[in-house]
């Protein structure tokens, strides 16, 4: 199916240009295969340098200044472009839950959760790009992953030192450099067999790899950050040989408009962030066009982070946001057999806030607070008895890097993590007791997981 005016689908077409222009470039740099992950080989420096408890994606100040520079910085001058990922876990709920993937038990699944294929690299001063490709090991499928293309300059206004850049990316917030917002976000890793709540704000999640996005951004003395741009829907066709579901999102009428400001200071032995993001998005809900009408989201949100490390070589720090979504849902109420008037005008607040310390880079221990909220509606929610979106809770994580520093083997391409993850809930879709009206309870969702963190 195609949807979108004439004018989307010619942008579509010169991104996807834009796009494959980047990968022939980046696959040119390829030389002797000395070191991975690409990144650490490309500077000469270790994981730590870019990644708290050395192994990412939780950005340093110098990995963060290296991703807005556009992955550019260099001082191996020849490597090859390519990384390898892998995750795998055990899980454990405290209550039995119904198969959701194939080959999969009510409990105690152990699974593959994903292998990713990096490109990632910069192409002289000015181009980079950070493209994963993945198998999903529990869904047993293939599809396009996190990518963020990316063409930057640099110059002095005055006394002003401005970095200038473009990003091409397949999610809403994949481009950024602080772990506020949900691309990037704690918990890090996940997995899809564990049991999590239906209602969350779009901003969430429901983009990712189901659009693609353009940017443009400025970042100023090392200290504000401006970024603005949109994002369109590709054909169904394109999202499924891509991978993807193209009827989870539905698809973005026109252009669905992005906004991000970030200020960023040192105050104390740290770098403190404040910022502030947006997003709004008209779509016509699982591609459905019958209607006429499309649900309309307003998605606002604050953030801020601290990262401090330690003169001992500890590292600290917090990160949280806090998301406001306005939803106006024409077509879902329409396609429910109900009423604009009767169920459209809707609201969920989110607030995240994680907290972390790593000894040494090495050792390290994560809590994390989120908690949702939102306006009771009979229609949207009926699933549950108190037609409530609420759901709140906690995760704590312990986890020990392998090679944080220089030592890593394999000359300094292998790393790994291992943790153990336990996720609590007070409560799941609406309650903490009885929640679906069926005896169900939030606790009963709680869960244990082990996991394996490997990169190369």
Not at 48 to 54: I, K, M, P, R, S
Not at 108 to 135: E, K, P, R
Not at 241 to 264: D, E, F, H, K, M
Not at 360 to 385: A, D, M, W
């Amino acid at each position: 199916m195609q949807y979108g005016s004439t004018r989307s689908l010619g942008l579509l077409q010169a991104l996807a240009c834009a796009f494959l222009t980047a990968v022939a470039a980046l696959a040119m740099t390829a030389g002797e295969a000395k070191a991975l992950p690409a990144f650490a080989m490309q500077t000469g420096e270790p994981c730590q340098a870019c990644h708290v408890g050395g192994l990412g994606p939780q950005l340093t100040p110098f990995g963060r200044n290296f991703k807005l520079h556009g992955y550019t910085l260099r001082t191996n001058p020849f490597n090859v472009p390519l990384a390898v990922m892998l995750q795998a876990s055990y899980l454990n709920t405290q209550k039995d839950q119904a198969p959701s993937a194939p080959n999969t038990a009510p409990n105690n699944n152990a699974t593959v959760d994903q292998f990713s294929l990096f490109l990632a690299g910069g192409l002289g001063d000015h181009v980079g790009a950070f493209i994963q490709g993945t198998y999903d090991g529990v869904a047993q499928q293939l599809h396009w992953d996190q990518t963020d293309i990316r063409a930057v300059d640099d110059f002095t206004l005055g006394k002003t030192d401005v970095t200038v850049g473009a990003s091409l990316n397949n999610s809403p917030g994949v481009q950024d450099a602080w772990n506020t917002l949900p691309s990037w976000g704690f918990p890090y890793t996940l997995s899809e067999l564990a049991p999590a709540p239906a209602n969350v704000p779009v901003l969430n999640g429901a983009f990712a790899q189901t659009t693609i996005g353009l940017t443009g951004y400025a970042w100023i003395n090392d200290e504000f950050y401006l970024e603005g741009g949109g994002y369109i829907s590709p054909s169904a066709n394109v999202l499924s040989s891509l991978g993807v579901n193209p009827a989870a999102l539905g698809a973005i009428r026109g252009t669905a408009p992005y906004g991000r400001l970030a200020w960023q200071r040192e105050v104390g032995p740290g770098e403190l962030e404040l910022g502030a993001f947006g997003l709004q998005a008209e779509i016509f809900p699982g591609l459905d066009h019958t209607t006429g009408l499309t649900d309309r989201y307003t998605d606002v949100g604050l953030d801020g982070s601290y990262v401090e490390t330690l003169k001992n070589g500890d590292a600290a720090g917090f990160n949280t946001r806090y998301l406001v979504e306005s939803q106006r849902l024409n077509a879902s109420c329409i396609l429910d057999g109900s009423t604009p008037a009767a169920c459209a005008d809707n609201s969920l607040d989110d607030f995240r806030v994680d907290a972390f310390y790593y000894l040494r880079h090495r050792y390290g221990l994560t809590l994390q607070y989120f908690n949702t909220t939102g306006s009771p509606n009979s229609v949207i929610y009926s699933g549950n008895r108190t037609f409530k979106p609420d759901s709140s809770g906690y995760v704590v994580q312990l986890d020990t890097t392998l090679f944080p520093n220089a030592d890593a083997p394999v000359d300094r391409r292998f790393n790994a993590r291992i943790g153990i993850q336990y996720t609590g809930y007070t409560q799941f879709d609406g309650a903490g007791r009885n929640f679906d009206g069926l005896g169900s309870n939030a606790a009963d969702n709680n869960s244990i997981r082990v996991f394996i963190w490997a990169a190369d």
